[in-house]
C-alpha cells in the first residue's frame, strides 16, 4: 500500500515534459554513455560485450547513421541532467514497425520512474514523429526490472523465445513486448 501511494506520488510529479531528448553526439561518450556501457550491472542486460571504449563508441555513432537507427541523449529537464539514452531501430516504413531499446544509465535515477517517462519519449517519437503503428523490443527473461517497466508502461507481452540471444557463452531467453499506436494513445492521457 505504501510503494503505491509513493509510486503514485511519484508519477503525479513526474510527467513527459519532465524530461527532453536531444540526438545523441561524441560529446555524450563523455558525459556518462561511456561509463554506463562498461558498467557490469549495465552490460548485463545488453547483449554486447564490456570494455568498450570512446572510439567503439564513436564507430557505433557513425553505424547508426548507416543502418538508418535513430538514438536520442535523454535529460532531466529542470537540471538539463543526462540520465540515460533512448534508440529506435529496425525502423521498417513500409510496414510502419520499429524496434527500441533504453538504458537509464544513471544510477541515482533508477526506482523513480524515469524508465516509463523514457518509454513514452520512445513511443511518442516513433508514433507521432515517424508515423509507426507498432514498437516492439526483447527483453532477457532475468530483466526483471525492465519486464516489470514495460509492463507497467502498458506494453504488452507478445512472446517468448527459448534460447534467442547467446550471451556470455550461454544462449538466454526473452520475451518480446509490442505496443501499438492505438493502444499509446489510451496511455499517453496519463503522462500529460
Same mark, same amino acid.
Given at each position: 500500500?505504501?510503494?503505491?501511494?509513493?509510486?503514485?506520488?511519484?508519477?503525479?510529479?513526474?510527467?513527459?515534459?519532465?524530461?527532453?531528448?536531444?540526438?545523441?553526439?561524441?560529446?555524450?561518450?563523455?558525459?556518462?554513455?561511456?561509463?554506463?556501457?562498461?558498467?557490469?550491472?549495465?552490460?548485463?542486460?545488453?547483449?554486447?560485450? *564490456?570494455?568498450? =571504449?570512446? !572510439?567503439?563508441?564513436? @564507430?557505433?555513432?557513425?553505424? +547508426?547513421?548507416?543502418? /538508418?537507427?535513430?538514438?536520442? #541523449?535523454?535529460?532531466?529537464?529542470?537540471?538539463?541532467?543526462?540520465?540515460?539514452?533512448?534508440?529506435?531501430?529496425?525502423?521498417?516504413?513500409?510496414?510502419?514497425?520499429?524496434?527500441?531499446?533504453? *538504458?537509464?544509465? =544513471?544510477? !541515482?535515477?533508477?526506482? @523513480?520512474?524515469?524508465?516509463? +517517462?523514457?518509454?513514452? /519519449?520512445?513511443?511518442?517519437? #516513433?508514433?507521432?514523429?515517424?508515423?509507426?503503428?507498432?514498437?516492439?523490443?526483447?527483453?532477457?527473461?532475468?530483466?526483471?526490472?525492465?519486464?516489470?517497466?514495460?509492463?507497467?508502461?502498458?506494453?504488452?507481452?507478445?512472446?517468448?523465445?527459448?534460447?534467442?540471444?547467446?550471451?556470455?557463452?550461454?544462449?538466454?531467453?526473452?520475451?518480446?513486448?509490442?505496443?501499438?499506436?492505438?493502444?499509446?494513445?489510451?496511455?499517453?492521457?496519463?503522462?500529460?
Amino acid at each position: 500500500m505504501c510503494t503505491s501511494f509513493i509510486n503514485l506520488f511519484i508519477m503525479q510529479k513526474l510527467k513527459a515534459k519532465s524530461l527532453i531528448i536531444e540526438k545523441i553526439t561524441s560529446k555524450h561518450i563523455n558525459e556518462g554513455w561511456l561509463t554506463w556501457v562498461n558498467d557490469s550491472e549495465n552490460v548485463k542486460i545488453f547483449n554486447t560485450p *564490456l570494455n568498450k =571504449n570512446r !572510439k567503439q563508441l564513436l @564507430k557505433y555513432l557513425k553505424n +547508426l547513421k548507416t543502418n /538508418k537507427d535513430l538514438m536520442f #541523449a535523454v535529460r532531466i529537464k529542470e537540471s538539463n541532467e543526462y540520465i540515460g539514452n533512448i534508440k529506435i531501430n529496425n525502423v521498417d516504413h513500409l510496414n510502419k514497425v520499429c524496434g527500441y531499446g533504453r *538504458l537509464l544509465g =544513471n544510477k !541515482k535515477h533508477r526506482g @523513480k520512474k524515469y524508465g516509463l +517517462l523514457m518509454l513514452y /519519449k520512445i513511443c511518442e517519437y #516513433a508514433f507521432e514523429k515517424l508515423k509507426m503503428n507498432k514498437v516492439f523490443t526483447p527483453v532477457f527473461s532475468d530483466n526483471y526490472e525492465s519486464l516489470t517497466s514495460n509492463l507497467e508502461f502498458g506494453m504488452r507481452m507478445s512472446g517468448y523465445f527459448k534460447g534467442h540471444f547467446k550471451k556470455n557463452k550461454k544462449f538466454k531467453d526473452v520475451y518480446y513486448f509490442e505496443l501499438t499506436k492505438d493502444e499509446f494513445r489510451k496511455i499517453k492521457v496519463k503522462y500529460k
